[in-house]
């Protein structure tokens, strides 16, 4: 994978995810993901748009994502921060939140054992219920800050 994809995005939408913009490597622009919008169309050189809210930008402010020149960014929570007491509204430690929610016994099991899920990378095996709480919480699921696509949110 080369560069990030609209189906990285997508899960993380619902949830105020923040994103840095960069133009030629510069950062141009920081805020909140509010809405991507697809444009197909033969003649497109900007088939995605990034519409932020940010200090620079109080008001929604529109990009057009041309991937010649602009990228984004999102910042993400590495997963070993499930480990770490991490703070969204509250604070609080991401296993222990899970281990609280999990209600059936194959999700427990995989609470148990998610030490070294983690490890081995093996966490698209999460239970969905329990997943989607990475997803708002904006852990790293896809492995972008790995790969260079994502902001470690500890060192944005």
Not at 6 to 17: E, F, M, T
Not at 27 to 42: A, R
Request: charged share 30%; hydrophobic share 35%.
């Amino acid at each position: 994978m080369k560069k990030l994809e609209l189906k990285h995005l997508a899960a993380y939408l619902p949830y105020k995810l923040n994103c840095n913009l960069y133009d030629n490597g510069e950062l141009i622009n920081n805020g909140e993901l509010m809405t991507i919008k697809t444009k197909y169309s033969e003649n497109s050189e900007n088939p995605l748009t990034f519409n932020c809210k940010s200090k620079k930008y109080p008001e929604k402010y529109t990009h057009p994502l041309c991937f010649n020149y602009v990228e984004i960014k999102p910042i993400l929570r590495p997963l070993s921060d499930l480990f770490k007491e991490i703070e969204t509204n509250e604070k609080f430690i991401p296993v222990l939140e899970l281990k609280q929610i999990a209600d059936t016994d194959y999700e427990r099991d995989f609470i148990e054992n998610l030490e070294q899920i983690v490890k081995e990378n093996k966490i698209e095996y999460m239970p969905y219920t329990l997943l989607s709480y990475l997803f708002e919480w904006h852990f790293d699921i896809f492995g972008l800050i790995e790969k260079g696509l994502a902001v470690d949110f500890n060192k944005a």
